[in-house]
């Protein structure tokens, strides 16, 4: 049985052309438009629009953060995601003193030599320090999947529409304590259960379905929870998904209330 209540939160993975160049230094026109094309033009951390308007409103960030090898991570392109303005200069700077990598990690990373602009794919070495990264900061990097051991489960969210918050996602078995932590870690990092950043557009859309007893299918919304959860609906009579909004948008003003 479908669960309308909950979306699951995708790994981003972008599909790289062949034929063109990426990169942080250089190419990033390129970058940038693959990775909206991945997001559909969402931030890859708080899933807020980067699009607005026609105006790029994100900017190309470092997954692993480039200070600590400068030389190799720059522009390695898998290490490159996409951020608002606010997950990339204000919460993910939270604790990136803390994450720093040490020199003896680097190390066997930085004997072998990045391709750069043609960099596609997370490189063996390059995921063993995405590992050590995530595990130390309880940080989900994008894109790609983020895991806290090699064989160990892909760290995902869901948004509890009813709740209206996020919470550890479906690996297909049960996360380990450590994931847990790893996920609830993430989640504070980036303030996405917090007052401030509270996810207003599933009411707003919410108010919409019922006002216009309409999917809303032509409306575009701020944050990408929404078309995760549009998508749900269209499997259901126009009836039943209105009263799905009902009840999550009653739930919605009763938690603004509080
Ligand atoms: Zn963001
Ligand atoms: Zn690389």
Request: charged residues 30%.
């Amino acid at each position: 049985m479908t669960d309308y209540f909950s979306v699951d939160i995708p790994v981003f993975m972008p599909d790289y052309d062949k034929e063109k160049l990426y990169g942080w230094s250089r190419y990033k026109d390129n970058l940038w438009d693959i990775l909206k094309d991945t997001t559909s033009g969402y931030c890859m951390y708080c899933y807020d629009t980067v699009w607005i308007n026609g105006q790029r409103r994100g900017q190309i960030e470092h997954g692993i953060e480039k200070v600590n090898s400068p030389e190799y991570l720059t522009d390695c392109v898998p290490n490159l995601g996409l951020a608002c303005e606010n997950c990339n200069g204000k919460y993910k700077r939270r604790a990136e003193e803390k994450r720093k990598l040490s020199k003896e990690l680097l190390r066997e990373f930085e004997s072998v030599s990045c391709k750069k602009y043609a960099c596609r794919i997370p490189c063996e070495r390059y995921i063993k320090l995405r590992i050590e990264y995530v595990r130390r900061g309880k940080i989900i990097l994008q894109p790609f999947e983020s895991k806290a051991h090699e064989n160990g489960n892909i760290l995902k969210l869901r948004y509890d529409l009813l709740n209206g918050k996020y919470i550890p996602g479906d690996c297909g078995c049960s996360y380990s304590r450590e994931e847990l932590g790893i996920i609830e870690g993430h989640i504070r990092l980036f303030g996405l259960n917090s007052a401030e950043r509270r996810n207003r557009e599933v009411g707003k859309y919410c108010k919409n379905v019922i006002d216009y007893h309409s999917l809303m299918q032509d409306m575009s919304y701020d944050n990408l929870v929404v078309d995760l959860f549009r998508d749900k609906l269209k499997d259901l009579p126009i009836d039943d998904a209105v009263k799905v909004c009902k009840i999550i948008y009653s739930r919605a003003l009763l938690q603004r209330a509080t």
